[in-house]
Each structure stands twice: as C-alpha cells, then as structure tokens.
C-alpha cells in the first residue's frame, strides 16, 4: 500500500502552521504538484499517484440578495434549485440536499459555512458545476478534497522532502504578487511601500534559507541508504 497524500499534506501544514488553509484545497495540491516536480528526481520511489475523485464538495459563504434560481450540474444530471433571501446558510444547504438526495448521498457539515459531500456507490468520478441562474449573487464553491495514494510506500526522509518543496511552493506563491508589483511600479516607488518591502524582504530571506535547507537535505539521499 503506498502512502496516503493527506500524511504528506500533514507535513506541510505542520511547517507553515501560521497559514489558514480552510477551504483552500486547491492551493495545497498545486503546492505539492510543484513540489513532486521539484522532488522526483531525488527520491528513490515513483512518486506516481492516484488522486480519488469519487466525491464533490460544496462550500456556502453567504446568503441571498436576491430571490432566483441556481443550477447544479453533477456529471450528466441538472438541478434546478429556487432559493430566497429569506433562507439561512443552512437553510440553503438543505434546499440543495432535498433538490439532489433521490439520485446523491448527501452529507451536510453544519458550521460557520455549511459543507455538502457529494458522493454515490459505485460511482468513481463526480464532477460538479454551479451557475447563478437567478443572479442571486450567492457565493457557493465547488470544490474537491484531494485524497489519494502514492503508488508506493514512502520513505520518512521523501515525505519531508516533498513536505519542504511544498513550503518552497508556497513561499513563492506568497512572493509573486510582491514581485509583479515591484517590476509594475518600479523599484524606487514600491521601495516607498514601506509593508510591501518589509513583506518582501521576510519572503525572500525565509526562501532562501529554505533552499539551503533543502540543498543540504538532498545530499543525505546520496550520501545513505534512506530507508
């Protein structure tokens, strides 16, 4: 059995542990899709995976402005859904599950923002879509949780090295914006910036140490036998 994906995305939040990733799964797993680019030339398993898509997830954020029809498109069946302002986060949530349940197992987490599950036996690749029909301005997010496997089983020392190219990853992401701002503007008037230079400054230090980390922890993959 290879390793689970959520034990190397658990590596990764531990290390950037400041950073809320609720409802940002689609960030992690380009994280660690860069990362397993960054990683496999070093490793001494496939870092293959498979990824399980039997499931669908929707996110609500926020209630009505106005009253009218959204449209959910799940694989090759459309559901027509009429909401009001009137209807709470969960009160929407609801109205979705009674509009699906006959032909999908529904699940719903109630919380800040309520979380549907979508799945069905049998059925291995569920792909959902949303559109605002109504033009209720609703904020409703498709989304997908990125379970799945490696096609082997990790070594300890593998899953830190993707975990680290992971952090790599995202310190970029954190870095671009900052980047493209600078080059846009000019150096001497995004130096003016005084926030975005300190944010700058701190980005870029942090990834530079972490290269050096991770250069010297790839030399302990030439230097025994990792297992």
């Keep these: 059995m290879g390793t689970l994906l959520q034990k190397i995305y658990d590596k990764f939040i531990i290390k950037v542990s400041d950073e809320d990733f609720t409802y940002k799964q689609d960030l992690v797993f380009e994280f660690f899709e860069t ?22 997830v ?15 498109n799940i694989n090759s069946d459309t559901y027509t859904i009429a909401l ?5 986060l969960l009160g929407i949530a609801n109205k979705i599950k009674t509009a699906i349940q006959a032909d999908w197992t529904v699940i719903i987490q109630d ?7 979508i799945t069905k036996t049998g059925v291995s690749d569920i792909t959902t ?31 830190e090295l993707i975990a680290l190219n992971m952090k790599k990853a995202y310190l970029d992401y954190l870095l671009k914006p900052l ?17 975005k230079v300190d944010e700058y400054k ?15 922890f790839r030399q302990e993959f030439y230097s025994y036998s990792n297992t």
């Design 111 to 117: 919380g800040t923002y309520p979380v549907l599950t």
């Design 58 to 72: 929707l996110v609500i954020f926020n209630i009505l402005e106005t009253s009218g029809n959204i449209t959910l």
């Design 129 to 159: 879509t949303f559109v605002d029909t109504g033009s209720t301005n609703i904020n409703l997010s498709v989304i997908r949780i990125y379970d799945g496997i490696m096609d082997e089983d990790l070594d300890i020392d593998e899953i």
């Design 35 to 56: 990362a397993i680019g960054y990683s496999y030339k070093t490793t001494p398993h496939d870092l293959g995976y498979t990824l399980y898509t039997d499931n669908s």
């Design 202 to 216: 701190t980005y870029s230090l942090m990834l530079k140490n972490l290269e050096e980390e991770i250069k010297d």
């Design 84 to 88: 009001l302002t009137t209807d709470t």
């Design 179 to 195: 980047s493209r701002l600078k080059t846009t503007i000019g150096t001497k008037d995004f130096n003016r910036l005084t926030n």
